[in-house]
């Protein structure tokens, strides 16, 4: 089995410069939450001495020196692309594991190895013609040697490609990787590693597979296996996950409580789409809210609250009413508020739902007025339908002054082509 690990070049970036060409061969950084940090760079920013997470006041000088195209995050536009590349990688495989926004992991049982570099080579092309998103490609007999093919293949490979299966390419390789580099080590086990004179991927590889087990556990004997060829990783089903958290800082401090029952609504809505999803119920709820802790100089709060449901749900109706409830009950006026959230508890799937007694003939409609309002929702863009609590101005909404337009989820932010 060949396992291939396909990445999206400078994703944020790359989005960005399907609609907006322009941006092309320019230095372009993307935001975090409310403006806050560099979060994405492209090639030419890097070459700046851009650095990832940087706060945007500590850079600005280069920003404006160098011409830097500044953007906003646009969460919705990059999460339609995954979905339009991940239905990509459909069509040259079945066996997908969706690793992060912008990753995946593939597996092929009858690729020859003479052809895997052709092979990802032409992925590669149908990627970009059919999404506009370049991408690199790394091909081994491990997950873990997939990783460090595919960083060779961005680093240093004119095709975007790199297959690591013959031993010899692979002891070459591995001599010259940092053993902080590889996936899974990092910065913090790294100085545990160069202690035992472990300094390159080679240098693990060859390590006693058991010894590293005594002192680091299960999961760096598999990393030596994995980096031998021996692959301990499979692919991975998506699990549905055991919580559900929706948040976000505001965008100017919060002081009335109608708003942050607009905030603690609308995170509901979304947090339910979530669970709709993945096809789960909530058996819980918790809510919480507090002032911005790095202000030394306002007065300080923060609060929370935890209920269980008689009925397990994932009706936004239901839950957004108990999370305003409950956020009429820790609320206190005086104080200036950073930020709220909500969890949602105990998830089990919805098959198990065991319906109320005395409310049946209920319980039978409100699966199929959430289905609808999904749907109507899918097809003409998210937020068609909502719940009036939910508000219409919020201003007290992260800022995003720089944020293109969501191109591909907003009938009324689609591109327009102008004919002369």
């Not at 958290?245 to 401090?253: D, K």
């Not at 105990?346 to 739902?353: A, G, K, M, N, S």
């Amino acid at each position: 089995m060949t396992f291939a690990l396909v990445d999206c070049n400078n994703f944020f970036v790359s989005c960005e410069r399907v609609f907006n060409p322009k941006l092309e061969g320019k230095s372009v950084v993307v935001l975090s939450n409310n403006d806050g940090c560099v979060v994405a760079r492209s090639n030419e920013a890097k070459a700046l001495g851009i650095a990832m997470g940087v706060p945007l006041f500590k850079v600005e000088h280069l920003i404006k020196r160098f011409d830097i195209q500044v953007l906003s995050s646009n969460y919705a536009l990059y999460a339609n692309f995954s979905s339009r590349i991940a239905a990509c990688l459909s069509q040259f495989c079945g066996d997908i594991e969706i690793y992060s926004i912008d990753e995946a992991f593939l597996s092929f049982d009858t690729l020859k190895p003479e052809a895997l570099i052709e092979h990802g080579i032409e992925m590669r092309k149908k990627i970009k013609q059919w999404t506009g998103i370049p991408v690199s490609i790394g091909f081994a007999d491990t997950k873990t040697l997939a990783k460090i093919a595919n960083h060779i293949a961005k680093k240093y490979s004119h095709a975007g490609v790199t297959a690591l299966i013959s031993q010899e390419k692979r002891e070459t390789v591995l001599k010259k990787f940092p053993v902080e580099e590889i996936w899974g080590i990092g910065r913090k086990l790294a100085p545990k590693l160069k202690q035992l004179g472990i300094n390159t991927a080679y240098e693990l590889s060859q390590y006693s597979p058991k010894l590293l087990r005594k002192t680091f556990g299960v999961v760096v004997e598999k990393m030596v296996y994995e980096l031998q060829g021996v692959s301990c990783l499979p692919l991975e089903e998506v699990i549905p996950r055991k919580n559900i958290q929706s948040s976000r800082s505001f965008g100017r401090p919060v002081t009335e409580l109608q708003e942050l029952k607009e905030a603690i609504s609308v995170y509901a809505a979304t947090a339910c789409e979530k669970l709709r999803d993945q096809k789960s119920l909530a058996q819980g709820l918790c809510i919480y809210l507090h002032t911005n802790h790095h202000k030394e100089t306002i007065a300080q709060y923060a609060n929370q609250k935890m209920i269980s449901f008689s009925q397990a749900t994932n009706d936004t109706r239901i839950i957004t009413s108990y999370a305003v409830e409950m956020m009429q009950e820790i609320y206190l006026s005086g104080y200036e508020y950073k930020k709220c959230g909500l969890i949602l508890l105990e998830l089990i799937p919805d098959r198990l739902q065991q319906t109320d007694l005395f409310s049946q003939g209920l319980a039978t409609h409100m699966p199929l007025v959430m289905n609808i309002m999904d749907e109507i929702n899918k097809k003409y863009g998210r937020e068609t339908l909502s719940l009036a609590v939910t508000g219409i101005r919020r201003e007290w909404q992260m800022r995003a002054e720089k944020r293109s337009p969501r191109y591909t989820t907003r009938w009324d932010e689609l591109a327009v082509a102008n004919a002369d």
